[in-house]
């Protein structure tokens, strides 16, 4: 969405509420489904892979962003670019690798 807006001096405020309202109609009206659906892939695949880091380890966790991510994955076949798609079964592939690594790290669940 846009930034703010500007005043007199140079300075940025806030936009307002109706500003904001506008923004979120014009998004709205170009944004697809699908749009949001890969939008929403990356943030959880990144949370699928800190909770399979050491530190952050909670593999149930990280299975449910597996499964996620393997469902939407299936759901926008169809729907994105071939070479999109492509990246995001990459993705899908490196985590459940990731899981498999993991889990023998913690003595195979």
């Known amino acids: 969405m846009a930034e703010g807006s500007e005043e007199k001096g140079g300075e940025k405020r806030a936009p307002s509420a109706d500003e904001l309202a506008a923004q979120l109609r014009d998004y709205l009206k170009k944004a697809t489904v699908a749009d949001l659906l890969v939008q929403q892939l990356y943030p959880l695949a990144s949370l699928g892979f800190?909770?399979?880091?050491?530190?952050?380890?909670?593999?149930?966790?990280?299975?449910?962003?597996?499964?996620?991510?393997?469902?939407?994955?299936?759901?926008?076949?169809?729907?994105?670019?071939?070479?999109?798609?492509?990246?995001?079964?990459?993705?899908?592939?490196?985590?459940?690798?990731?899981?498999?690594?993991?889990?023998?790290?913690?003595?195979?669940?």
Do not use: F, H, M
Request: aromatic letters at 4%.
């Open 50 to 109: 800190w909770r399979l880091s050491k530190e952050g380890r909670d593999l149930a966790q990280a299975r449910l962003a597996i499964e996620a991510v393997r469902a939407l994955v299936g759901v926008l076949e169809g729907e994105v670019p071939k070479e999109l798609l492509q990246d995001l079964r990459q993705t899908l592939a490196n985590l459940q690798l990731a899981y498999a690594q993991a889990t023998r790290e913690q003595g195979g669940r």
